[in-house]
Nanobody, 125 residues
Framework: QVQLVESGGGYVQAGGSLSLSCAAS????????MGWFRQAPGKERVFVAV????????YYASSVKGRFTISRDNAKNTVYLQMNSLKPEDTAVYYC??????????????????WGQGTQVTVSS
């Protein structure tokens, strides 16, 4: 069992930055691929970014590539999402997720086993 707790959400003006953190419980953090997803009001949850178990590979949704950076610290059982040049369309609840599927960089929700409770990010225009 893995418990994930996100933090760092908040309110920011367009063009600003926010940094999200996701702390994981347990001793097996380094065996999980870690992803970030987001869900805007009235919309489905969508993939944002993923980082491989050892942190050597990352992949981003086209809508955030070049603006967001995912990273992890396996010694601290934490994954991060640095969000720069934020836009109003980035407004959503952001979730971190942990998965041990055979896919090295999973982008589908079904490839993840554990989810955090989410943190709200609001970007004003």
């Amino acid at each position: 069992q893995v418990q994930l707790v996100e933090s760092g959400g908040g309110y920011v003006q367009a063009g600003g930055s926010l940094s999200l953190s996701c702390a994981a419980s347990g001793r097996t953090f380094s065996t999980y691929g870690m992803g970030w997803f987001r869900q805007a009001p009235g919309k489905e949850r969508v993939f944002v970014a993923v980082i491989s178990r050892d942190g050597s590979n990352t992949y981003y949704a086209s809508s955030v590539k070049g603006r967001f950076t995912i990273s992890r610290d396996n010694a601290k059982n934490t994954v991060y999402l640095q969000m720069n040049s934020l836009k109003p369309e980035d407004t959503a609840v952001y979730y971190c997720a942990a998965g041990r599927s055979s896919v090295w960089l999973p982008v589908l929700s079904r490839d993840y086993d554990y989810w955090g409770q989410g943190t709200q990010v609001t970007v004003s225009s």
